[in-house]
């Protein structure tokens, strides 16, 4: 083991939390964590729920990666795989996208992702957000509540006991910061951005770099959805404050390159 | 403190911690420090590009700083990457320990050593 000079690996005399517990695990090219709150975090029952989530999401990577040569999506993408030949959740996918560039208006478009690339399919922005939900589901009912972060979007997954998750929006222009927070028992919190590393959004419109907008965050009841929200808002650049105002059941910020704000919450 | 491979699903409790003993050497300090601050260097983690290795301080049971000791800068686009990667972690992972807010939103974070490092340190802290 290497270890700096002042490590203190000595045994702790407190007691663990017995209503707290998280889990982390790297899957899908980002950290993912667990958080579960509520009596029985700690039952076996979660404990095996939780592994089945991770598991989950191993299993959707393994089908949608672009980057496994072996994968659907990456045989479809090749041309050596149709999409009438791929499994059914590959297909659902696929519609999801199109719903998703014609709510979007074009601004989010799996076909468009990468400035001057070729316009192959690229589920990428939306599998993250489907896979997440849908790892998530077999969380439910199990008494805690549970907050599943991946890589900095996080869905709530209510449990018997009501817990308010407190969400704080990191500040873009500066990372050591909070921007603001937002209190969530239940649904979804997408922040995307275009400074990230390996996220670099494209404006489809334009085929170029997505500018104007440092940040995008988008709260709402579906993290699929508000994740293509954020990514769209982000490509659209400042012309999002009209946009935004069209996305009934969510609420959002936006940080701009100045490092002013908008903010929005609009009824159902 | 248990060994964790990056990958493998890991256990981290959460706020309740009550610290055992204090880092501090003098009575003015320990005085201060009656909640006890105490930090924690997680093993160092190989990359492509040099180890990832994490350090955490911890307050009352609670995170109130991580931070990266050593992570890769063997040329000028490593460390412009990692300049923008490496801060989000750190405030992710306060945000997720602290009493203010449990989690933070942001833009996609990426490394997996950090996230092995990071897990290191939390088992040592004992959270």
Known sequence: MTSGPTVHARPTRGQPDAGHRAWVEHVMSMPVSVHARGADARSPQVDEAVRATFAELHRIEDVFSKFRPTSEVSRVRAGTLRLDECSEEVQRVHRLCLTARERTRGAFDAWRTEPGGPELFDPTGLVKGWAVVRASEGLAGLGPSFAVDAGGDIVVVPGDAPHTWTIAIEDPADRTRVRARVRVADGGVATSGVAARGRHITDPRTGLAAEGLLSATVVGPSLLWADVFATAVVALGPDAVDFVETLHGTSGLLVRSDGSTHTWANPD | ?127
């Open chain 2, 1 to 127: 403190m248990r060994k964790i491979v990056i990958g493998s699903a890991a256990t981290v409790s959460g706020l309740a911690l009550l610290l055992a003993w204090q880092l501090s050497t003098n009575d003015t300090d320990a005085a201060e420090a009656a909640g006890g601050e105490t930090t924690f260097v997680g093993e160092a983690k190989p990359t492509d590009y040099g180890d990832v290795q994490v350090q955490i301080t911890v307050v009352d049971g609670k995170i109130t700083e991580a931070k990266a000791l050593t992570y890769p800068n063997t040329s000028d686009v490593d460390k412009k990457i990692n300049a923008r990667a490496i801060p989000v972690l750190e405030e992710a992972t306060v945000g997720s320990q602290s009493a203010d807010f449990e989690l933070v939103s942001g833009a996609t974070i990426t490394s997996n050593a950090y996230v092995g490092s990071l897990q290191d340190a939390l088992d040592q802290a004992g959270l």
